[in-house]
């Protein structure tokens, strides 16, 4: 099935994932009526805005995580937006994987890892707090009872990066500050999860695969295109046996 999501915010717009994401649901066969392109410079992110100006239905909104300075404003366009409907879904993808040094006990700062648990966990956990009022609108308006990311829904990029028992087989130490910060907002989306069932809530921690993006790096072996296109379908067919769960754009249910 396809993504049914009638309003749809994504963060980190601007490139990479958050990019691809955009472009193919703006271009899908069922496309949502508003979707919300988040990024830190609507003004220099000159492909949302050439992709903007063929499609009414997209609309740029400023969200810088580092703070908090910008959510009220995003909220309340978000809100002037989407009206009526109330936000279907957010996909807090924005993040960041700071590759300058290994991040081992060796070399890891206290500023790195903060640096990290700001943009990929608190930052994705305060713009859930904030959109929750229109996320749980489009909820209790959907006629359509299942919890489901199409009805109401939080995907939360994470890793298995973060992946405990994953990365215990990868024997590697490093990158203490970005693995750490996916184990963390993988955490937070299961609890999420269970916080928010009652109120017909979907949330899910999503493994996007590893992506020849900037943070991906060339080496990686999906193009964006490969694999936004799985994660779409993976979203669009998500229903409760994979809510609060750690999924894979294979639509596999991975541990963590
Ligand atoms: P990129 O580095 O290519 O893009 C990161 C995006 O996050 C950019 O749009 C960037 O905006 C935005 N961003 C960074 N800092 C902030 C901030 N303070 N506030 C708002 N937005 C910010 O990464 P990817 O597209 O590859 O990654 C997207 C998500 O997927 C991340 O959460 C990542 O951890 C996850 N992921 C990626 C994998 C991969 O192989 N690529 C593998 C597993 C997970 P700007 O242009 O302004 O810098």
């Known amino acids: 099935m396809p993504l049914t999501a009638r309003t749809i915010l994504i963060t980190g717009a601007s490139r990479g994932l958050g990019l691809e994401f955009v472009k193919q649901i703006v271009k899908s066969s069922t496309p949502p009526e508003v979707v919300i392109a988040a990024c830190r410079n609507p003004e220099k992110a000159v492909d949302l805005q050439n992709i903007a100006q063929g ?130 907002i993988t955490m937070a989306s299961i609890l999420m999860a269970r916080e928010l069932k009652e109120a017909g809530i979907f949330v899910a921690a999503l493994h996007p695969g590893w992506v020849r993006t900037d943070m991906g790096t060339s080496q990686a072996p999906l193009s964006p295109e490969e694999s936004i296109e799985a994660c779409l379908n993976v979203i669009g067919n998500a229903e409760e046996d994979v809510n609060g769960k750690l999924i894979s754009f294979t639509g596999d249910i991975l541990p963590y």
Do not use: W
């Open 55 to 184: 499609n009414p239905i997209l609309k740029l909104i400023k969200l810088d995580l580092e703070t908090d300075d910008d959510l009220e404003s995003a909220f309340q366009e978000t809100k002037a937006a989407v009206g009526d409907l109330g936000l279907n879904l957010l996909i807090n993808n924005a993040g960041i994987y700071d590759k300058g040094k290994p991040g081992t006990l060796a070399d890891i700062s206290r500023e790195s890892m903060q640096n990290h648990f700001n943009i990929n966990v608190s930052g994705p956990i305060a713009v859930a707090q904030k959109f929750l009022p229109l996320i749980k609108q489009a909820a209790s308006q959907s006629n359509v009872k299942k919890i489901t990311p199409n009805r109401a829904g939080i995907i939360m990029v994470s890793s298995l990066m973060g992946s405990q028992q994953l990365t215990y087989k990868d024997g590697n130490g490093a990158c203490l500050h970005y693995k750490c910060s996916k184990t963390a």
